[in-house]
């Protein structure tokens, strides 16, 4: 099968397309012919070994994994002897998790892991840009910061894969959203539900007086202190992106430190295995139309690095695809 391979740490350029062996299902999982992959942000992370404590882990002088892509949706091919709930034929969702691999024509995964029926109304392109971005916004929103009916909340980062996701699922919800985007994005976070939007490039969120019970941060890119202004007491930041380790160090271990002295709380999302239920929670949604997959561009698998690149950029709208 043709898969797209990086057996070195670098930049995009080190990607091509290569001749593979077709995976073999185990027991318990799916054999998926990939109809449609999506970039995320930890795709490019683990292409440049960065952070470098990643490479501990993944490898630390060359990467043990060599196909990037978390994310497909797909057509089930094969099953193994033990898998009940799917069959040949099965239109599938789903997310492969940290050993990758959807850069590619096949993948398996596990039939009790990260994946679900396709809605029959999703294409797989819209298929594949929810399991990663859909599930870290659900998490963030429902189990760290405990979004209910009524809640005010500011999503900074809205436009972006995690963003468009976290606007419309604070929304079904009941919450009223604030969105934070560039002018260029303003017109797409109203459309998919936002009640307000700011443009950071004319105004700064941290400074408007406003404040909220809820506050999502996509980037990482504000200060303890300032993003303590935005929230009411009582009110949580929860933290989703990072721009720097030193960024990521300040929230995770400062964060919640000062923010209880003012009765407010900053915490980091968690990073637990996303878990079946969260996929199913997410199927829910989408079939009932609260939630709607953005898709920024589309590249053929020859083109995947292009992709990764313009997701490392920091200026994609929503999710980028790429197609075999």
Not at 98 to 105: D, I, M
């Amino acid at each position: 099968m043709k898969a797209m391979v990086s057996k070195q740490y670098g930049s995009p350029s080190v990607m091509h397309l290569e001749d593979v062996p077709k995976p073999m299902p185990k027991e318990n999982e799916l054999l998926v012919k990939i109809k449609a992959s999506s970039v995320n942000a930890l795709d490019w992370h683990f292409l440049r070994g960065s952070p470098l404590f990643m490479r501990l882990q993944f490898g630390l002088f060359k990467p043990k994994i060599t196909i990037l892509g978390y994310d497909i949706a797909g057509e089930v091919e094969a099953v193994g002897a033990g898998v009940t709930r799917f069959k040949p034929g099965d239109e599938v969702f789903g997310g492969l998790g940290f050993r990758l691999g959807g850069f590619a024509e096949y993948a398996c995964i596990a039939e009790d892991g990260f994946v679900a029926h396709k809605p029959p109304h999703l294409s797989f392109e819209e298929a594949a840009a929810v399991p990663v971005a859909g599930v870290t916004a659900l998490k963030a929103l429902r189990d760290t910061g405990h979004v209910r009916e009524g809640m005010s909340v500011l999503v900074n980062g809205a436009a972006g894969g995690v963003g468009t996701f976290s606007v419309q699922i604070a929304k079904s919800f009941g919450a009223q959203v604030t969105a934070v985007c560039s002018t260029k994005n303003l017109d797409l976070v109203r459309s998919i539900g936002a009640d307000n939007a700011i443009d950071y490039t004319r105004e700064d969120f941290t400074r408007t007086g406003r404040t909220y019970d809820l506050v999502l941060n996509n980037v990482g890119n504000r200060r303890v202190t300032d993003l303590l202004r935005t929230l009411k007491p009582g009110g949580v930041c929860v933290i989703v992106g990072f721009t720097s380790v030193r960024r990521l160090l300040t929230h995770a271990v400062l964060g919640p430190l000062i923010s209880k002295r003012y009765g407010k709380k900053i915490v980091m999302a968690s990073n637990e295995d996303p878990k079946q239920e969260e996929m199913l929670f997410l199927k829910d949604l989408l079939e009932s139309r609260k939630v709607v997959p953005t898709i920024d561009g589309k590249y053929s698998l020859d083109r995947a690095a292009e992709a990764v690149g313009y997701v490392e950029t920091g200026h994609a709208r929503a999710k980028v695809i790429v197609t075999p």
